[in-house]
């Protein structure tokens, strides 16, 4: 675990506090990526398609997730105008656009590699704690919109000329994380915990994050 894993947060509760924790996190795991110029076609063929194996038939139920756990009616309104914009645009098929055109489209052994993580994001989403979940997703959120350019590279080195995916992702993500910051202040004003952030609230991050690894590494990861 590196230090930014380990460190743990002083007792604060704002936004801000929790931001700067979750973008070091971001930051950790964009300093981890191998360098794409240094990937064969193979290892660039498997992060896409790794990737899209997760976010393809998984982004929008963690998203609805959140929207059933949510009881602000400000949590809920932001997580709806996410869920819309990915339902009427069809980001799921973008995805697969890209993943295609980069001849990295996801096959069984690239769900294999990732299914012991998404198993475990999936049964965290499935308890309904609201806050941890708001934190997870704009967390994702704005890993995402960092992470855009360096998969646009990787699909640009497999001979592939579509963009849309990321280009789009590169430039929305950034509202709906922001989003999702204020959803979360407004679920945690509605209903206050006790207990420090570091221990309650970024269970979900923190198996994000092993997923999230998994996708770089080929291997399943152990989440902190």
Known sequence: MSSTHSEVLAPSRTQTDIKAYLDSVSDDLLASLPAAGQLSSSGRRGIIARYSA???GNFIYWMTGAYIAARSEEARSIIMDNLLEEVRDSHPLMLRKFAMAAKAP???ADAL???PNLSDVRLFIGRLETAPILAMMAFF???IQRFMAYLEELAERQGSSEKEYTQVHGVCDIGHSEGLFRGLEAEMALE???REPED???EGVHLL???IESIFTNRSAVAA
């Open 200 to 202: 309650y609230l970024f």
């Open 113 to 115: 590699v990732v299914y």
């Open 192 to 194: 206050p915990d006790s």
């Open 141 to 143: 959120e704005s890993f």
């Open 54 to 56: 997760v976010l393809e």
């Open 106 to 108: 996801p096959n069984d």
């Open 209 to 211: 994050r092993a997923l």
